[in-house]
């Protein structure tokens, strides 16, 4: 199973959800316009389309995002809510609640769980998205992992939504933070999601954010992503440029993943270097693809191009 190919697939059968539906599948979150509520008017999606409900929902697998011997039960809570309040940051969202669910192993103890449950909460209570509901279940096999799912609501700004889509040629590529090495660190346990820093870059820039994505795979991959539909554009960052974490070189910066950053298409223009006392910095920018046989992602590196387009984790059996 790849992860990529099969989403396309569910992405194209869930075209014509009708006009309610503003941002289906394929974005960081859904959002929603329900005939009746009232929410201000705008323009495009990107452009300040005013108003609406967004939904995410995330998952976090044991095995696969965690390791019972590396993590306690409160990071974990903590990461699982935190994936989910990312995509949030991503649209430059507010959040407004949560929901949780989760299948516990039948070893584990009533104050195991409540260990989970208080670090999932205090992360939700902190950005606002108090825990209003779900579900809870434990399963019948000794070996079964732990699994949290978590759905988060957010409400869109006055000034809309930002599509992980809608870069374009001419485009500067900024990412906030620093990257790489997260898994090793275990920073990928304990990081913030940037929502607070989100808003204000959209406040900041407006129209000119044209798209942005949280980088929960890794750069290269994630930046493709943002391509997709517009093979016409390539991204180019300049590895001299990539802010890394230390001990980190680009290559690890590009593909890791796990950092839960920020990176955005943004007209060019005054750029802020730091939002909410977070660093962003410029990396890179779109331009025209040579040709649909280049790569959409190159990172240049001492005058050679490297494809970094499949850079980064993916869903894969």
Known sequence: MHERELLRRIFDVSAGLGPEVVIGPGDDMAMLRPAGWSFSHGGAV?????GGVLLAVDQLIEGVHFSRTTASLSQVGHKAMARCLSDVAAMAGKPRASLVSAVLPPSMSDDDAMELFDAMRATADMFHAPIVGGDLAAHRSQDH???CSITVMAEATDRGAVSRFGARAGDLVCVTGSLGGSLDSGRHLDFQPRIGESIMLHAIL???LHSMIDLSDGLGID??????GADGLQVRIDAGVLPCHDGVDWKAAVSDGEDYELLCMVAPGDIPTS??????????????RPSLEMPPVVVSSGGVEHDVSSSGWEHQG
């Open 145 to 147: 992992p732990l699994t």
């Open 206 to 208: 407006s129209s000119r």
């Open 223 to 228: 930046a493709a992503r943002m391509l997709e």
């Open 275 to 288: 939002i909410v006392e977070c660093p962003l910095t410029v990396i890179g920018e779109i331009v025209d």
């Open 46 to 50: 990107g452009e300040g389309c005013g």
